[in-house]
């Protein structure tokens, strides 16, 4: 196992996998930036923009809170470190995460110590607060700085107390999420909510019913949390104002800094979002999306479709939501209740889709007209509005076929013996080929 990480580098060199790099840019003017100066000021320019705090939102915060929880145990920490992956690239301070393998006993001493101190004073280390963030390329033109992720980079020896502090407000979180959501929950994932909507227009099928879905998408999620919104739901949901103190003050004077591919930007502040990379993010971001629902009133709502006396209409993964009803006009209510209520983040009409077994007409949402598809991809599987599963079967198979070709070279390499060559092909390809295969109806020509 310790040299997977070796072995997939050497597939790569193999096949020639490409690699795309950041090269040129465009500024707010769309015309190209080609200098390195020019590049890393247009980054800098472009992620400060995103993460701008609201002035109108002040955050009168005072700081300290007197009523603590109880205190970390060295038990947890040692947890902490040891669930810590390995051969990850270090945040800002540098320091390696196997250097603790190293030190062992010594690395947990050292870091139950100062875990405790800031659970006490509730005041963390800069480091700690310092992001390195990475730009990851998306679909679309790579020359616009909103076409890509921007992945953040923290310290390791912070993720010890992310990690604490996580487990601490997951019992809370647990409570307050219904089974609908999915998104970054043990024991739950997208193949979960794959197999729900299969078998909920397999349902509207057999009862020959329509039934109408709405793809939602928020434009940048993660980055648009507003953060005076955010401390008011922990409040409303009953997280111990400790916690709560400990992450205000860990998002207060936030900074960061963008690593280009011509060096690294000057440090920025942070007003706004949750990064992608930091352990607690997925949880605040369910707590998040779960405000917008219920404040929409989703559950009150009589539009949906019922299976066994239960009114469903919607199916979420994290911000990801999906609106469903039996009839146009309740979809589109749905979908007014949650634009209501975005507080703060953005529908991206341009990724949002309608999909109906049923007519339909055309929507339009702030003067953009709602794309109207026969077909999704659903978080990785082709979901049609009749409900066939060959169209995602066939699709697999040419995935497959095209893992096949890339890794042809591999497999007819004397100098890779065939267990190896099976061990990769079960490793590579059948995840591909059989990626939410649980929800297939599979019928005789598929066979």
Not at 50 to 79: A, F, S
Not at 196 to 224: L, S
Request: hydrophobic share 35%; glycine share 6%.
């Amino acid at each position: 196992m310790g040299k997977t990480r070796d072995l997939v580098k050497k597939i790569r060199d193999i096949k020639g996998t490409f690699h795309a790099k950041m090269g040129s840019i465009k500024d707010r003017n769309s015309m190209d930036l080609t200098e390195a100066e020019d590049i890393k000021k247009r980054w800098q320019e472009y992620t400060e923009e995103l993460y701008k705090k609201d002035l109108h939102d002040p955050d009168n915060h005072d700081g300290v809170i007197t009523h603590l929880e109880p205190d970390i145990l060295e038990c947890e920490v040692k947890r902490a470190l040891g669930s810590i992956t390995m051969n990850k690239a270090s945040g800002g301070d540098r320091i390696p995460v196997e250097l603790s393998q190293i030190l062992k006993d010594d690395a947990v001493k050292v870091l139950h110590s100062i875990c405790q101190q800031i659970w006490k004073t509730q005041q963390w280390l800069q480091d700690w607060k310092r992001s390195v963030f990475i730009p990851i390329p998306k679909k679309g033109n790579v020359k616009e700085c909103s076409n890509y992720r921007t992945i953040a980079l923290i310290s390791h020896a912070s993720k010890v107390m992310l990690k604490i502090l996580q487990a601490r407000l997951q019992q809370y979180v647990n409570c307050e999420l219904p089974d609908i959501q999915a998104g970054f929950r043990k024991g739950r994932g997208t193949r979960d909510q794959i197999a729900n909507i299969c078998w909920i227009i397999e349902n509207a099928r057999e009862f020959q019913e329509n039934i109408y879905f709405c793809f939602i998408d928020y434009a940048k999620a993660f980055d648009c949390v507003d953060h005076h919104k955010l401390w008011k739901i922990l409040k409303e949901r009953g997280i111990p104002d400790h916690l709560t103190c400990l992450l205000r003050n860990l998002y207060a004077g936030q900074e960061a800094t963008v690593r280009t591919g011509h060096g690294t930007t000057d440090w920025f502040q942070i007003g706004k979002g949750v990064s992608q990379g930091c352990i607690l993010s997925p949880c605040l971001l369910n707590l998040y999306a779960e405000y917008i629902m219920r404040n929409a009133g989703l559950e009150e709502a009589q539009a949906g479709f019922k299976i066994a006396g239960r009114n469903i209409n919607n199916l979420r993964y994290a911000d990801d939501t999906t609106l469903m009803a039996e009839s146009e006009e309740e979809l589109k209510s749905l979908l007014m209740k949650v634009e209501s209520e975005k507080a703060g983040l953005k529908l991206n009409i341009q990724k949002t889709k309608i999909m109906a077994s049923g007519p339909i007409t055309s929507w339009q949402i702030d003067g953009e007209t709602v794309e109207t598809v026969r077909n999704f991809i659903f978080w990785g599987s082709k979901i049609t509005a009749d409900g066939d599963c060959s169209h995602e079967i066939k699709r697999c198979l040419l995935l497959g076929r095209k893992v096949m070709t890339n890794l042809d070279s591999i497999l007819k390499s004397r100098d890779i013996t065939l267990p190896t060559k099976v061990h990769l092909v079960k490793a590579m390809v059948f995840p591909v080929v059989m990626y939410g295969c649980e929800s297939w109806t599979v019928k005789k020509a598929e066979q």
